[in-house]
């Protein structure tokens, strides 16, 4: 069974940084594994906001987050990682994370951030 679980997420005043972790069980993080990070506001659809290639590590970010976050992903001990910094109130969501082989897509529970005013 595979199993991704998210931690890292709490509360951060405006400008503040915070680093999410993926760990993923069940699900070897190789070159077929491409891993996103979504995330969600109550009453609005999940939006991807930055994804890592298992294959050549190539990355890619939505333009509310480029400059200020950093997907990165640890082969040897199966975890992703998304440091972000300069955070702002319209950041505050639940993070999910995606790992994706093959047709399959996986998800973890999310962690919540919070970015006060």
């Known amino acids: 069974e595979v199993e991704l679980v998210e931690s890292g997420g709490g509360l951060v005043q405006t400008g503040g940084s915070l680093r999410l972790s993926c760990l993923a069980s069940?699900?070897?993080?190789?070159?077929?594994?491409?891993i996103a990070w979504f995330r969600q506001t109550p009453g609005r659809d999940r939006e991807a906001i930055s994804h890592i290639s298992g294959r050549d590590g190539s990355t890619w970010y939505a333009d509310s987050v480029q400059g200020r976050f950093t997907i990165s992903s640890d082969k040897a001990k199966n975890t992703a990682y998304l440091q972000m910094t300069n955070l702002k109130p319209e950041d505050t969501a639940v993070y999910y994370c995606?790992?994706?082989?093959?047709?399959?897509?996986?998800w973890g529970q999310g962690t919540q951030v919070t970015v006060s005013s």
């Open positions: 995606n790992a994706r082989w093959s047709k399959f897509d996986y």
């Open positions: 069940g699900l070897t993080f190789d070159d077929e594994v491409n």
